[in-house]
């Protein structure tokens, strides 16, 4: 099992930048992905943004260009850099992680989620 605690959510005008952090309970180097979600109100949640073990990258073709995900495993935190924010990247982001379990299962774990709000 692994807890993921959040943090570095707040508001912000279009344009500006913010810097989630994802801070994990274990080494996030047994980890086989993390990776950051979003929901807006009203709206299903989403992938933004993940990595790998291997610091393989992935991004929504919305967010491309602007976040970027990160790891530090000394630090066992991953960060999601979000600049030039737009009003339609506001939404509650949460923190992902998946693990093969010793059963052969895929586990995924939540973090509690941040809000992010852009304003106009």
């Known amino acids: 099992q692994v807890q993921l605690v959040e943090s570095g959510g707040g508001s912000v005008q279009a344009g500006g930048s913010l810097r989630l952090s994802c801070a994990a309970s274990?080494?996030?180097?047994?980890?086989?992905?993390m990776g950051w979600y979003r929901q807006a109100p009203g709206k299903q949640r989403e992938l933004v943004a993940a990595?790998?073990?291997?610091?393989?990258?992935d991004y929504a073709d919305s967010v491309k260009g602007r976040f970027t995900i990160s790891r530090d495993n000394a630090k066992n935190t991953v960060y999601l850099q979000m600049n030039s924010l737009k009003p339609e990247d506001t939404a509650v982001y949460y923190c992902h992680a998946i693990i093969l379990s010793s059963w052969g299962t895929w586990d995924n774990y939540w973090g509690q989620g941040t809000q992010v709000t852009v304003s106009s």
């Open positions: 274990k080494s996030i180097s047994s980890i086989n992905k």
């Open positions: 990595i790998t073990r291997g610091g393989t990258t």
